[in-house]
């Protein structure tokens, strides 16, 4: 099996380098995480590249659902090309593949020797923003990165939720270079039914019906966020802005399947605020799936002891309505000091094999 070397070589070299990828039209991101937890995940991590500390970096992966992405792509691969063979060779096949290839110990060596060729240590990374994978399976995470030569390197990140917990997920990545999705991602003019919906909603603030486009959301975004805090949110839009007496949707753009990314700005009668709207296809009908008009809120230091929860919806939301992957700071942010590795989640049932995790 030292053959195939080569085929987990070329996956790591577009997921264990962990470099952005290179599209005309990247997704939507924003700095809003998809959860806090989320976001605490990226933040311990991205220290640990940093300070060169690759083992407790690799207790962040998902390398159990890394190695099963690899297997599914190596079986598919050899049974398009060899159609005749049958359930039990490939069964063998993929014992072979998990107890050498696909050995976890040894994925665990490649993935450091990778960490290595990037050169992740002494860099100073910085998130700049996260958004939906195109397939809807996780997330992405778009990080600006700069060596201690002040040479920009951008790197993208693949995120997942396994249970309650978050973990880095190279093959998010992988699959969103395999499939080209990207560079599909072109700016679409609204769908009719989007443009009606959009004006609805802010027409409900102009007439300070405010219950009534909070109505307007989904099941689901009514459900993770409740009235009173959309409430909060939109008095300090107009605290900000006034009244909204116009908006205009300066970009459309496909961010998954059946989902558009709207950047939506809005005049109020004392300034304007760019905002973004996301829309989900269910059915024949285009549904508000989420709407975020939130400011960067200053980042919190954080408190000794244990951690307390968050009060909801405090986000570090600043929309970007450009159809650029957000740049890096042009001064190198400063190095942020390692944080302990978390210890490994409980996972889902390993890929047949003697030696699965």
């Known amino acids: 099996m030292k053959k195939s070397t080569s085929w987990i070589a070329a996956f790591l070299i577009l997921t264990g380098g962990f470099s952005a990828l290179r599209a005309e039209a990247p997704p939507l991101f924003a700095p809003e995480p998809p959860e806090p937890a989320a976001a605490a995940l990226v933040e311990a991590y991205l220290p640990l590249l940093a300070a060169g500390q690759y083992e407790p970096a690799l207790q962040l992966v998902d390398l159990r659902g890394m190695r099963q992405y690899l297997l599914d792509r190596r079986l598919s691969d050899l049974q398009r090309k060899n159609p005749e063979l049958t359930e039990q060779e490939l069964q063998d096949v993929s014992v072979q593949l998990q ?168 005049q109020g009668s004392a300034g304007a605020r760019p905002t973004i709207m996301i829309f989900r296809k269910q059915g024949e009908t285009w549904v508000l799936a989420n709407s975020q008009f939130r400011m960067p809120v200053p980042a919190a230091p954080p408190a000794a002891g244990p951690t307390e929860p968050k009060r909801p919806f405090q986000t570090d939301l600043k929309p970007d309505l450009k159809p650029a992957v957000p740049a890096a700071s042009s001064a190198p942010a400063a190095e942020p000091s390692p944080a302990p590795a978390q210890p490994a989640p409980a996972q889902p049932a390993a890929p047949l094999g003697p030696d699965a995790p």
């Open 99 to 266: 107890v050498n290839d696909l050995n976890p110990e040894r994925l665990k060596l490649i993935l450091a020797d990778m960490y290595k060729a990037a050169a992740y240590e002494g860099m100073a990374l910085t998130v700049a923003g996260y958004a939906p994978a195109p397939d809807g399976n996780g997330y992405l995470v778009s990080v600006a990165g700069r060596t201690p030569d002040g040479q920009e390197k951008p790197v993208l990140l693949g995120l997942k939720k396994l249970g309650e917990e978050w973990r880095v997920a190279p093959e998010i990545v992988e699959e969103l270079g395999r499939k080209s999705v990207i560079a599909a991602a072109q700016p679409v003019p609204p769908p009719p039914p989007v443009a009606a919906a959009v004006d609805a909603y802010w027409k409900r603030w102009q007439a300070g019906e405010l219950d009534e486009a909070y109505a307007l959301h989904s099941a689901d975004y009514r459900e993770n966020v409740p009235l009173l805090a959309f409430l909060q949110q939109a008095q300090e839009l107009i605290a900000e802005i006034g009244p909204p007496t116009a908006w205009n949707i300066v970009q459309c753009r496909p961010i998954g399947p059946a989902t558009l990314g709207l950047g939506v700005e809005v």
